[in-house]
């Protein structure tokens, strides 16, 4: 029998769940914008471990869990910054989870968080300069440093034996700060970089971008961009022009959008993003079945951690400030204390309840170093047939 829930189970129980009072917790993520076919699926990730806690009667004394939501729209730092202040000041929400893209992450967190002292956690923001940023020990997130990607980027294509490539970035803190990492791992690996170009979302023409990289030539395009706006774009406009036939995409871009735009075209390119095991991805893809939402997309895991950490935590610390919670976060997430896997949330809120320890794994494998960052483990994929084929795990 399943030690877990199943997501019929906690649809049956949040029927008859009984809320004493109610806590707002916010999830600010790009619901529009350049990732909007991720976030399609990171919303409702995070939204099913809320339920979970829900149906399961024992956070907080029975409280109940509200969700509030609002776009961050991943590239439009004044409209997420207004966002999130209509999050704490107009709703009240007791927690964020997000935002998702590193720019508008890194501005919500210094213009609304640290000013009303609110807790947030990003599970898709990886900018290694939010690693240094001043935060008060409000901010967390779940997925890795880019730090990481870059050298985890850089092993698969020395591996596969690529010495040399031409590289194209969006001009974003997430676009140059992946850029350096990678190329100072490339580089020191023995690979080379012909070029590194940036370009712009919302362009209608690439053509000027991919003459630039077709000059300096390589033996793969990196394209470190977002799947539904100009990383897309460079791409297709490099595949008109013949100008590269494989490619290689860091997790900006590895999105089922890859697959029903271009099809086989991609055969051959491969590409990284932030991943659990396979065996946690197979229980959570177990426990999520029917939910209506793909939790095998890139940062979903992240999202259902992001939101059961800021509600582990609120429950050990018996508060619901952020003011209080957030020195309970690491505590939550890492050893010592009971593994607690995805699905087992009223486990978890049981045995914090009775002030005992936990050390939460989740959906991810979930385990908090210095900056309040998530270790890391990658995906490496390959696109065969059109499809997303896993070669293995990093």
Known sequence: MKKFMTSAAIAALMAGAAAAEDVKLGIILGFTGPIESMVAHMAPGAEFAIKEANASGKFMGG????????????????????????????????????????????????????????????PSATSPALSAAEDDGLFFRTAPSDARQGQVMSDILIEQGIKSVALTYVNTDYGKGLTEAFKAAYEAAGGQI???????????????????????????????????????????AALDAGAFDTFHFADGMVSESL????????????????SPSVELADRFADLTKG???????????????????????????????????????????????????????????????????????????VELIGPGEAAGNYREMKIEGGQQVTVQFR
């Not at 919302?202 to 390589?218: C, F, I, N, P, R």
């Not at 697959?259 to 932030?274: M, R």
């Open 259 to 274: 697959g029903t735009n271009f099809g086989t075209d991609l055969d051959g390119s491969t590409g990284q993003h932030p």
């Open 291 to 365: 939910a209506g939402f793909d939790a095998s997309s890139p940062f979903v895991p992240e999202s259902y951690d992001a939101a059961a950490l800021i509600m582990l935590a609120m429950q050990a610390a018996g508060s619901t400030d952020p003011k209080v919670y957030k020195d309970k976060i690491f505590d939550v997430a890492n050893a010592p204390g009971e593994k607690i896997q995805s699905g087992e949330l009223a486990k978890g809120m049981e045995i914090l309840a009775a002030g005992g320890q936990i050390d939460y794994v989740g959906a991810s494998g």
């Open 194 to 236: 012909t070029v590194a170009v940036p370009h712009e979302d919302g362009k209608a023409d690439y053509a000027a971008e991919v003459g630039t990289l077709a000059a300096a030539g390589g033996d793969r395009l990196v394209v470190l961009g977002y799947a539904d706006e100009g990383g897309a774009g460079v791409l297709r």
């Open 63 to 122: 409280s109940n869990i509200a969700v509030v939501t609002a776009d961050s729209t991943c590239v439009d730092a004044a409209a997420a910054t207004a966002a999130a202040e209509r999050l704490i000041t107009s709703d009240g929400v007791s927690g964020i989870v997000g935002a998702d893209c590193s720019g508008v992450t890194g501005a919500i967190l210094q213009n609304v968080a640290r000013p009303n002292g609110m807790v947030m956690i990003s």
